[in-house]
């Protein structure tokens, strides 16, 4: 099997699917919306595409580098783990809203784990 | 090999260029971040063509409408007129035909042209004084034939501009008028869909176009339309816009009073509060805001966690300049 898990979990339409469902539930999570307040919502919202593009192991060319340039400036804000770990709820819950099967779940989750250090700045 | 034209000058673009890439390497100035598609800085309009779809992915609906795209996705099939943002404007003389007030603040300015001016109700000019003193103005009309085109001017205290329409400009005299701007209009798709207008004092100017646009395109959903202010003296067109409920049925109007007194059929609070009240969910609504800044965002977000989808909410924040 060839496909990548972008194509099996449904490429771009998945994608805007997943990502309003998202960002509400971000926005309303006291624990981490303070780290997404301050920008336009409409830019917000598609620099929140490229997170699930990237997510679902889509086609982006974001480095680790890039990474941590695109969040130091919340780590300056006191981003740290456990609003990592936030994402990663809303990532999973997000998915399972879209009956996303388990196992690609599982996949996606794996791919934004990756990025961890480099978001954090560590 | 295609040839872009951007102000009178024209540039090749080599294949597999995409258009940001030839005005980097010709050093045209444009600001421009991500090189992805995520960022929208790098947003230039086409003249003439349609530009190729992969380069209008996650735009507006008015922003396509109108021929917008992103220079770094935009990967030209054929020859090109683009349009840069910071580009000079093109202004026309129009003349002034009515300037008369609709309530304590707020005057009706009429300026006409000789020929037709192309706009979508909603969109909003800028206005130019002759020593270069330049404002943003909603457009209040609808295009028509007589070549005119209303606003609603709110006095702002010492403010230059407005003091300036309201005090000194006369029956008669010109003005320079640029080209229509923005993408808070009305277009006429999903004819089904429940539209929700909210807007502060003169906010209602582009949403009576907006209003008069989807009604004469024969919008079937329901059309709300909630319109604030601090007091009675500062609302206006009360009397029209009841007029207009009563006349379609699926138009509701609802004037709304943060101050006191609140006289029978106003609703007390501030319009975004009242608005939000309304509705337990705004899902699959197509929602319009326009005025004061602060009421804005607010309720972009508000409307967005009540379930509209950020694609079908538009907005114009009168954004009052310091300079
Ligand atoms: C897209 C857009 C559309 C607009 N459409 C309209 C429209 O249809 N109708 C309309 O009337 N205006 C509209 N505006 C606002 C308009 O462009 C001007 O900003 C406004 O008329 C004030 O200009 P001015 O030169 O009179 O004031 P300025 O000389 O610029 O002075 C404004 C000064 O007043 C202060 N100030 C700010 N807010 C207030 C307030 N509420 N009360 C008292 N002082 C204040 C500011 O700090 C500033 O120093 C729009 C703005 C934008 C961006
Ligand atoms: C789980 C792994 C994560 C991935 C894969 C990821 C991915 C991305 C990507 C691709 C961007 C766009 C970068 C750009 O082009 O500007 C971005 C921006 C952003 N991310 Fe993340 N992100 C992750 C975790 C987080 C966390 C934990 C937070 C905060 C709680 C966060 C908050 C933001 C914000 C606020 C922006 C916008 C930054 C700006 O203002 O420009 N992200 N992220």
Not at chain 2, 244 to 249: E, G, N, P, V, Y
Request: net charge neutral; glycine share 6%; aromatic share 10%.
């Amino acid at each position: 099997m060839s496909a990548t898990l972008y194509e099996r979990i449904g490429g771009e339409a998945a994608v805007n699917a997943a990502v309003e469902l998202f960002y509400r539930k971000v926005l309303n999570d006291y624990r981490i919306n303070r780290f997404f307040n301050n920008t336009d919502m409409d830019t917000q919202l598609a620099k929140q595409k490229a997170f699930f593009t990237m997510a679902f192991g889509g086609p982006n060319n974001y480095t680790g580098q890039d990474m941590r340039n695109a969040h130091a400036r919340l780590v300056k804000m006191g981003l740290a783990e456990e609003h990592f770990n936030a994402v990663m709820e809303h990532l999973g819950a997000t998915m399972v809203e879209l009956n996303v099967p388990a196992d690609l779940i599982a996949e996606a989750a794996a791919i934004a784990e990756s990025t961890r250090k480099d978001v954090l700045g560590k | 090999m295609y040839t872009l034209t951007v102000d009178q000058k024209r540039y090749s673009c080599l294949e597999n260029e995409s258009v940001l890439d030839v005005l980097v390497r010709e050093n045209v100035n444009l600001s421009y971040a991500c090189k992805k598609g995520t960022c929208h800085s790098c947003l230039v309009r086409s003249i003439d063509i349609k530009p190729p779809k992969p380069a209008q992915a996650g735009l507006k609906n008015t922003l396509i409408n109108q021929n917008y795209f992103l220079a770094c996705q935009c990967y030209p099939l054929q020859d090109m007129h683009i349009k840069l943002p910071n580009q000079s404007e093109f202004y026309r003389m129009g003349t002034v035909t009515v300037n008369t007030l609709l309530n304590r603040n707020t005057m009706l300015l009429v300026i006409a042209f000789e020929d037709a001016f192309e706009f979508n109700a909603g969109q909003f000019v800028n206005l130019q004084r002759s020593d270069g003193l330049t404002r943003s103005y909603s457009i209040a009309n609808v295009p028509q034939e007589s070549n005119q085109l209303e606003f609603h001017i709110r006095r702002l205290p010492g403010g230059k501009f407005s003091s300036w329409l309201h005090d000194e400009i006369r029956i008669g005299d010109s003005i320079a008028v640029s080209e229509p701007r923005g993408h808070c209009f009305y277009l006429p798709e999903r004819r089904e869909q429940g539209l929700l207008l909210v807007g502060t004092g003169t906010g209602l100017a582009p949403l009576a176009g907006i209003l008069t646009d989807a009604l004469r395109h024969g919008h079937a959903g329901p059309i709300h339309l909630f319109h604030g202010s601090r007091h009675f003296e500062d609302l206006y067109r009360i009397d029209e816009m009841q007029q207009l409920a009563a006349q379609h049925a699926n138009f509701h109007y609802m004037p709304c009073l943060s101050g006191n007194p609140v006289p029978d059929g106003f609703s007390a609070g501030r319009v975004n509060d009242v608005a939000l009240s309304h509705f337990s969910d705004l899902k699959d609504w197509r929602i319009f805001l326009c005025g004061h800044p602060e009421m804005v965002n607010q309720m972009k977000k508000m409307t967005f966690l009540k379930g509209a989808s950020m694609a079908d909410i538009y907005t114009d924040a009168f954004i009052v300049s310091s300079t």
